[in-house]
């Protein structure tokens, strides 16, 4: 399937005139992600924590949450953090109890009054149920609930703790259901009425926002909490924002940048046997580290068998324990890579006989619920539509559904609310739960006939986004050092990717195993000759020839080896 090119509309002449100091193609790039005012490009270049980063306190709800807080701590009541079965839930999760369990030893308060709890992700589902109201009052004898990265759409569970004498504070920052757990404490970016400026926060933002509310309590009260202590749980805040998938633009752009300074410090211990399992050094860690190596890992647990145990790694303090969790880590991660991709290519067979659709759906009995939506990333990925990959357990149904931008998935389960019993989510990323295959598969049609009605045909299909055409005799390291203020990259602010055409083909050979990667030499319209390296690209081997002229997209990368550095290009996709 050829992959789209979009290229972004070239900036103005004016434009360049308007800041002749800045090399035109980084003013491309800055201009691409809205940057239009030199205070706006300056503030992007160098965030600065003092003036850049939030106040907890802008949060309506913050003084009432750590009230009840200090209430319950001066109560000897036990308080229970409650998060999400994902990354951004257990990162969430382990920053409250972190933070109330530091607090609870230096006030002299009992840290055991303080547990926590996670559901299973098949058992139980998303969210909090009443029925674990009912446990956690006969159980653990709780009375304050602090959710994280769920609660808003659990009002009968909020309501159910009340009748047990359960108060709830409701960390979360997921989309509005139609009924507000009114009962509850919100500490939600997305509330009507809430003036909190953020309102792309990740779960663990949100609760990270909390503990520092809950810190500045503490110091107030004379604990011996030095100063920017709470910039220590910032390394968990980088890794729940890159994993959900939030936009590093705003406030979210200076705490990743932050987030990564901490985390390649790596104090925490369980980061520290985690980074030793897999193979990486702190000092070099940045936001494809934690998509592709920290956050798989965190999230396997609730994916395969419980997040109880990622969990656990990050609040771990003794060594010899964080060893073994993060050995258990990477073994469940190991399962969770096998058996996804055997469901990937089950999944992609059902895909041949519904190319027409504007919304793919594949679905299966047996099929994990914890492995759907990885599937479904994978199949949007490669397709470029909107897509629900559905577990099928004996009548019940699972689905988890992807989107590229401009869909909004949620409207999509809206619309076919009638027809389901839980769903939830953000527009690129959701999920939901029904009983019994009629409903199910009304459900589907409803959808399908959303999409049908609210997708372009040019919105489909996979593509690129390329940010400048730019020659081959331009890629040099001042232009790659200019760069280099952009990071960090991720949702909203993407690595570069250029263009370049009438490339000339000086070299070219398949490798790697099964000669399934592109190893080149182009040279540019000038003479220079750059290094090039093309990723499930070594069937163009049979294609091209030498002296062929080519249309490359790529980044531009550094590549060393044996102490010497030097310039290459990634090439996402080619065409003759």
């Known amino acids: 399937m050829a992959i789209r090119w979009d290229v972004a509309e070239p900036i103005s002449d004016a434009k360049i005139k308007e800041f002749p100091e800045i090399d035109p193609a980084i003013l491309q790039l800055l201009c691409n992600r809205g940057l239009q005012t030199q205070k706006e490009i300056d503030v992007f270049l160098g965030p600065d924590w003092d003036r850049d980063v939030y106040s907890h306190d802008l949060f309506t709800n913050m003084v009432a949450a750590v009230t009840r807080v200090f209430q319950a701590f001066e109560a000897g009541e036990v308080i229970t953090v409650h998060g999400d079965y994902d990354a951004d839930g257990v990162c969430g999760s382990a920053v409250l109890v972190s933070s109330l369990r530091d607090i609870a030893r230096k006030l002299n308060f009992d840290d055991k009054k303080i547990t926590n709890y996670i559901p299973h992700r098949e058992k139980e589902g998303y969210g909090v149920s009443p029925s674990t109201m009912d446990h956690l009052a006969e159980h653990d004898k709780t009375k304050l609930v602090i959710t994280v990265d769920c609660g808003i759409s659990n009002k009968e569970a909020v309501d159910r703790g009340k009748e047990l004498g359960i108060d709830t504070i409701i960390c979360d920052h997921h989309t509005m259901p139609a009924e507000l757990p009114d009962q509850a404490i919100l500490i939600h970016p997305l509330v009507p009425g809430e003036t909190f400026p953020n309102k792309k926060l990740c779960g663990t933002g949100v609760a990270y926002k909390l503990a520092c509310g809950l810190i500045d309590e503490a110091k107030k009260r004379g604990a011996d909490v030095p100063e920017g202590h709470s910039k220590w749980l910032l390394d968990l805040v980088a890794i729940a924002t890159v994993t959900d998938v939030m936009p590093l633009t705003g406030e979210n752009r200076v705490l990743e940048k932050f987030g990564l300074i901490v985390l390649n410090k790596a104090r ?253 030499r182009l040279q540019g319209r000038g003479g220079k000759i750059v290094n090039a390296i093309g990723f499930r690209l070594g069937h163009w081997a049979e294609q091209l020839k030498l002296g062929d002229e080519i249309d490359v997209a790529f980044e531009i990368q550094v590549n060393e080896w044996n102490g010497n550095r030097e310039l290459q290009i990634r090439i996402e996709d080619l065409t003759k």
């Open 268 to 520: 925490r211990i369980g980061i520290q046997k985690l980074l030793e399992v897999i193979g990486s050094k702190a000092g070099e860690l940045d936001t494809v580290s934690i998509g592709f190596q920290i956050g798989p890992r965190l999230n396997a647990a609730g994916r395969m068998t419980h997040a109880q145990e990622a969990l656990e790694l990050l609040i771990e303090e003794d060594e010899l324990e964080a060893t073994k969790l993060a050995m258990r880590l990477q073994e469940i991660n190991k399962e969770r890579q096998k058996a996804s991709q055997a469901m990937y290519l089950e999944a992609e067979k059902q895909l041949t006989e519904a190319e027409d659709q504007k919304l793919l759906v594949v679905w299966q009995q047996g099929w994990g619920a914890g492995l759907v939506g990885l599937v479904a990333g994978k199949i949007q990925n490669k397709h470029g539509k909107p897509v629900f990959c559905v577990g099928r357990d004996g009548d019940k149904f699972v689905g988890s559904g992807r989107s590229p931008e401009g869909f909004d998935i949620t409207a999509a389960m809206r619309h076919a609310s009638d027809h389901l019993e839980k769903f939830g989510g953000h527009p690129q990323a959701c999920g939901f739960s029904v009983h019994g295959e009629e409903k199910f598969l009304k459900a589907v049609e409803v959808m399908r006939e959303y999409a049908q009605e609210h997708i372009q045909e040019d919105q489909l299909g996979p593509s690129v986004i390329i940010d400048a055409e730019i020659e081959i005799d331009q890629i040099d390291w001042p232009l790659y050092d200019a760069m280099q203020p952009f990071r960090p990259f991720g949702t909203g602010n993407p690595t570069p990717m250029f263009v370049s055409r009438g490339a000339r083909v000086v070299s070219f050979s398949p490798v790697g195993k099964d000669g399934s990667h592109l190893k080149m």
